[in-house]
């Protein structure tokens, strides 16, 4: 089994950060791609970001790259992604996933283990 659960969402205002964590646990996670996803409100899940398991491969979104930054802490098991300047358009359910694509995919099918997300909203 894997398990990922997320933390750190919350409500916070245009213009401020946030950092939201995904704790991994189960066999082999180190060894996954992994990758952060949205959805905002009656709109469908959006690619974000995502990181291979050595942390050496990274791509992010075009709407969210400069602000946004995709970690990863093996000795931890847990991924980060830290959100700079947030927007109202940022606002939605995050979730991290992670798949045996050791170099991550922006394509949410080809990941097989996801977390029940964590809802960040983004208020002005």
């Known amino acids: 089994q894997v398990q990922l659960v997320e933390s750190g969402g919350s409500l916070v205002q245009t213009g401020g950060s946030l950092r939201l964590s995904c704790a991994a646990s189960g066999r082999a996670v180190s060894s996954y791609g992994m990758g952060w996803f949205r959805q905002a409100p009656g709109k469908e899940r959006e690619f974000v970001a995502t990181?291979?398991?050595?942390?050496?491969?990274?791509n992010y979104a075009d709407s969210v790259k400069g602000r946004f930054t995709i970690s990863r802490d093996s000795a931890k098991n847990t991924m980060y992604l830290q959100i700079n300047s947030l927007k109202p358009e940022d606002t939605g359910v995050y979730y991290c996933?992670?798949?045996?694509?050791?170099?991550?995919?922006?394509?949410?099918?080809?990941?097989?283990?996801w977390g029940q997300g964590t809802q960040v909203t983004v208020s002005s």
């Open positions: 996933a992670a798949g045996t694509n050791y170099y991550g995919t922006r394509v949410e099918s080809e990941y097989e283990y």
């Open positions: 990181i291979s398991f050595t942390g050496g491969t990274i």
